[in-house]
């Protein structure tokens, strides 16, 4: 293993995710919820996945690291470093968990323990990673406050979850998963609770430590402003399917899926409202519709769209990272993010 690790070039991805597949198993319905999905990380690279609530984002990366359960079927590869996680048995897969790859959720305040404060929280993690004494560990944690911005450290590392606001839990889950010192920070819609202010506040400082400390940073969120701001690059997810994948500067001025266009037209608005959301609603997946899974909701959608899911391919005139899974892609990156092409 050592050997094929060092055999890397370095620019290889730091993890490649290639063909996953999940099926769910529940009481009613058998599905499949995510299909055929690829997308790789570099070192220190911030990619976002974006898309609708139900679209497959959080699933892709708690398969990465073994979290789905025994009801989910997982097939395809996650290789890190060029090591396939999903073949890790519990033992090897929990030494990847905080270490490796650490993920932060929507709502600090319920992933942090009420009934203990901050500082033994902090200092669990750090014991349960380096198996560092309480002197050791109580220093690393205020260490670890400072790094995140939370003003008296000191004083705070005292303080139980409830005692603190919503933006400085998520500072405090920062921290923690910051202990393990991590290769790759999965971010799933951590500003989602806050408000605006807070939530800039919050990816700001994401930004400034994956740029201080070479960390990766995999970026889940709804909203495409969030991603388009805070990443290198764009995987735009629907009905577990990519439906575009691009340079964040390209996919803004070259969308070439209906889908991308319709998220970008739904980023909120300085007042805060969305200003055009997609019209219909994202499908069950158990009763995916026949050919391209977004040619119900789609204005530009033709006949031949109902045949089959197109594939990834590059549109014309795009750079060969960019991708989308659109038929009328060559026309949808050629009419400018503002040009309206003519439905149908
Ligand atoms: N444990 C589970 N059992 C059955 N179905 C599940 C399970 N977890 C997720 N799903 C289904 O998989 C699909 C994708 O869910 P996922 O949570 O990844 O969506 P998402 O894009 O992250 O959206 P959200 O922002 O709402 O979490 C959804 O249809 C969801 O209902």
Not at 36 to 44: D, I, P, Q, S
Not at 245 to 254: D, K, L
Not at 273 to 297: D, K, L, M, Y
Not at 305 to 324: D, F, K, W
Request: some cysteine; overall charge neutral.
């Amino acid at each position: 293993m050592e050997d094929r690790v060092a055999a890397r070039p370095p620019d290889a991805p730091l993890i490649e995710i290639r063909n996953l597949a999940i099926h769910f198993r529940t009481r009613q319905h058998q599905f499949r919820a995510l299909s055929g999905v690829n997308l790789t990380v570099g070192r220190g690279e911030a990619v976002g996945l974006v898309g609708e609530s139900g679209s497959g984002k959080s699933i892709t990366w708690l398969a990465a690291l073994g979290l789905l359960g025994p009801r989910a079927r997982v097939s395809g590869e996650v290789l890190l470093d060029g090591r396939d996680l999903l073949g890790l048995d519990e033992t090897a897969i929990t030494g990847v968990r905080g270490r490796e790859i650490a993920m932060i959720f929507q709502d600090a305040s319920s992933s942090l323990n009420p009934l203990r404060t901050i500082g033994s929280q902090i200092r669990e993690s750090l014991r349960h990673h380096w198996g560092m004494d309480r002197n050791t560990a109580h220093a690393e944690a205020k260490r670890l406050l400072d790094r995140v911005q939370i003003p008296f450290a000191a004083q705070r590392l005292k303080d139980y979850p409830h005692q603190l606001s919503g933006g400085m839990n998520q500072r405090v889950m920062i921290a923690i998963a910051l202990a393990g010192r991590p290769r790759l920070l999965v971010a799933d819609e951590p500003t989602t609770a806050l408000d605006a202010t807070v939530q800039a506040q919050i990816l700001d400082l994401l930004d400034e430590l994956r740029r201080d400390t070479g960390m990766a940073l995999a970026l889940i969120s709804h909203d495409f402003g969030v991603v388009a701001e805070n990443c290198d690059r764009v995987v735009v997810l629907y009905a577990g399917r990519v439906m575009e994948n691009a340079q964040n500067s390209e996919i803004f001025i070259r969308p070439a899926h209906p889908y991308t266009r319709g998220l970008l037209a739904a980023i909120p608005d300085s007042a805060g409202e969305r200003t055009r959301p997609i019209r219909g609603s994202v499908p069950e997946p158990w009763s995916p519709p026949p050919g391209c899974v977004f040619e119900p909701r789609c204005d530009f959608a033709r006949p031949e769209c109902r045949a089959a899911q197109p594939p990834l391919a590059s549109p014309a005139g795009a750079t060969a990272m960019h991708r989308s899974a659109c038929l009328r892609r060559d026309e949808m990156a050629t009419a400018t993010a503002r040009q309206e092409m003519v439905a149908s």
